[in-house]
């Protein structure tokens, strides 16, 4: 890998994203860690920086094309043209079926959805113009299924179909796209999961242990040596996949 390759981490304030951001850093990256609030950054680009990296942060809602073009028009002009992409960005919005709300299902499609078809559209013009490139996209194990979570199940799940046809459309660019499917990784997302049932957090994450082959939960950098993998020269032939990160085998 030349050591002037740019990625773009969406969601990269904390948890998944800014372990991700951090990691492609040290792996020679210059990063663009986009969340909503730009001020949230601010962590993950002094890490990187402290650390010798390159970064800058930038404000983006996934959801709205006009944000999101101007992000990506920042990066290409800032840091170079983005050829690698993560598209991290998250929200959940739990809820049994009778309980959901019509703005609970639009809100998660939104940002999972939407927003990983508005990026990538956005940055697919650099990657396949640099004849290289990498998408990643964040799915999870609920695409499998899982209850109070059928919005988020079900972006989850359009996550991988919309990987598939990408590593279709834009491998003869050079481009490959695939998604990690996390299990369960210890971050402000599932502590908050565990305040809503009224959980202790360490018990919650004590009692996921217990159901985990490997015995033990995910941290956000055990994704984050996933992505550095998949945007690496060395999985230049690994395109269309679905990588279920979870400890143990899922279907």
Same mark, same amino acid.
């Given at each position: !890998? +030349? ?10 304030? &904390? ?7 951090? =990691?492609? @850093?040290? %792996? ?6 986009? /969340? #909503?609030?730009? @001020?949230?950054?601010?962590? +993950? ?5 402290? *650390?010798?990296?390159? @970064? ?7 959801? /709205? ?23 991290? *960005?998250?929200?959940? &919005? ?27 559209? @956005?940055?697919?013009?650099? !990657? +396949?113009?640099?004849?290289?490139? =990498?998408?990643?996209? #964040? ?12 919005? $988020? ?32 990784? *210890? ?5 908050? +999961? ?7 957090? %360490? ?18 950098? /055990? ?9 690496? /020269? ?9 990588? $279920?990160?979870?400890?143990?085998? =899922?279907?």
């Amino acid at each position: !890998m +030349t050591g002037n390759r740019v990625a773009i981490v969406t969601g990269g304030a &904390r948890g998944i994203g800014a372990a991700t951001a951090v =990691r492609l @850093a040290r %792996e020679g990256f210059a990063v663009a860690v986009l /969340d #909503l609030d730009e @001020a949230a950054c601010a962590g +993950t680009v002094r890490a990187i920086a402290e *650390a010798g990296g390159t @970064a800058l942060a930038a404000g983006v809602d996934v959801a /709205d094309a006009g944000r999101v073009t101007a992000a990506v028009e920042r990066v290409a002009a800032e840091l170079g043209p983005p050829v690698v992409l993560v598209n991290n *960005a998250g929200i959940t &919005r739990d809820n049994l079926l009778f309980k959901m709300s019509e703005d609970d299902w639009d809100s998660v499609m939104s940002v999972h959805l939407r927003g990983a078809f508005l990026m990538t559209r @956005a940055v697919q013009a650099h !990657m +396949t113009k640099a004849g290289w490139g =990498r998408v990643v996209n #964040l799915s999870s194990v609920s695409a499998l299924g899982n209850r109070g979570q059928a919005n $988020y199940s079900a972006a989850k799940a359009g996550l991988q179909g919309f990987t598939k046809t990408l590593a279709i459309e834009l491998g003869k660019f050079g481009v490959t796209a695939n998604a990690i499917a996390p299990g369960f990784i *210890a971050t402000e997302m599932t502590a908050a +999961t565990a305040a809503r049932v009224g959980a202790d957090f %360490e018990v919650f994450k004590a009692a996921a242990a217990e159901q985990i082959p490997v015995r033990r939960v995910g941290e956000p950098e /055990d994704i984050a040596g996933v992505v550095a993998f998949l945007v690496s /020269d060395d999985a230049s032939f690994v395109s269309g996949q679905v990588l $279920y990160v979870a400890g143990g085998p =899922r279907d």
